[in-house]
C-alpha cells in the first residue's frame, strides 16, 4: 500500500523559505505527477504546483515566482521550496499523487500534511 | 483558470436523511473531470468521486456524484455518523492550475 510521508521545518519567520519533503513509501515516485496543495487554517485547499520526473513542473501562477518543485526517483522523493514567505502562507501543506496516464486522474493519495507556520 | 462555487456552504441534516451538495463552474470542465473529496478535522481529504460520478476504491455505494458541463451534485443517500464532514469538488481538467471549490460543511442537525 503506498503511502506518503513529509517532513520539514514547521515555524518559519517572514522572509525565509520554506522547504518541505514528500517520502513515497511502498511505491515508485516515477510515471506519476506530484503535486503539492495547501491549506490555511479553517480555509479550503488551493493548488500549488506540480511535478513530475519526466515532464517537468507547472506552478499557479500568482505563485510561480517563489516556487520551486523537484522529484528525485532514486530517493522516492519530492521536494518543495517557497522563498518570501509571509503570514499569508501560513498554512497545512499537502502533498499529493495524480495519474495522468492513460488518462487524467485527480489526486487519489495524499500525505498526512504539515502545518507550516509563518511568524515574527 | 476554473473557478469553482459549492452550495450550501453549511448543509444540516440528520442521519438517515439525503444530502445534495452543488458544485458549479465558471466554465465547462472537459470529460467530466471533476471530483469530490471528503475531509474530517486533522485528516487529509479523502478521494470520494472522480470523472464526476465514478466511487473510487472503498467508497460506499451511498455517495454518488453526477452533472457534466457546469454543474455537479454529490449525492449521500443515507447519512451515517461518519458522513459529517467538509466535502470539496476539484477540477482537473486537462491542464493546470487546479482548482478546488470553497466547501460544504455537512453538520448533524
Known amino acids: 500500500q503506498v503511502h506518503l510521508q513529509q517532513w520539514g521545518a514547521g515555524l518559519l519567520k517572514p522572509s525565509e523559505t520554506l522547504s518541505l519533503t514528500c517520502g513515497v513509501y511502498g511505491g515508485s515516485s516515477s510515471g506519476y505527477y506530484w503535486s503539492w496543495i495547501r491549506q490555511p487554517p479553517g480555509k479550503g485547499l488551493e493548488w500549488i504546483g506540480e511535478?513530475?520526473?519526466?515532464?517537468?513542473?507547472n506552478y499557479k501562477p500568482s505563485l510561480k515566482s517563489r516556487v520551486t518543485m523537484s522529484v528525485d526517483t532514486s530517493l522516492n522523493q519530492i521536494f518543495l521550496s517557497l522563498s518570501s514567505v509571509t503570514a499569508a502562507d501560513t498554512a497545512v501543506y499537502y502533498c499529493a499523487r495524480q495519474r495522468k496516464y492513460p488518462f487524467i486522474q485527480p489526486f487519489d493519495i495524499w500525505g498526512l500534511g504539515t502545518k507550516v507556520t509563518v511568524s515574527s | 483558470e476554473i473557478l469553482l462555487t459549492q452550495s450550501p456552504g453549511t448543509l444540516s441534516l440528520s442521519p438517515g436523511e439525503r444530502a445534495t451538495l452543488s458544485c458549479r463552474a465558471s466554465?465547462?470542465?472537459?470529460?467530466?473531470?471533476l471530483a469530490w473529496y471528503q475531509q474530517k478535522p486533522g485528516q487529509a481529504p479523502r478521494l470520494l468521486i472522480s470523472d464526476a460520478s465514478s466511487r473510487a476504491t472503498g467508497i460506499p455505494d451511498r455517495f454518488s456524484g453526477s452533472g457534466s458541463g457546469t454543474d455537479f451534485t454529490l449525492t449521500i443517500s443515507r447519512l451515517e455518523p461518519e458522513d459529517f464532514a467538509v466535502y470539496y469538488c476539484h477540477q482537473y481538467d486537462r491542464s493546470p492550475p487546479y482548482t478546488f471549490g470553497q466547501g460544504t460543511r455537512l453538520e448533524i442537525k
Open positions: 511535478v513530475n520526473h519526466y515532464e517537468g513542473t
Open positions: 466554465q465547462s470542465v472537459s470529460s467530466t473531470y
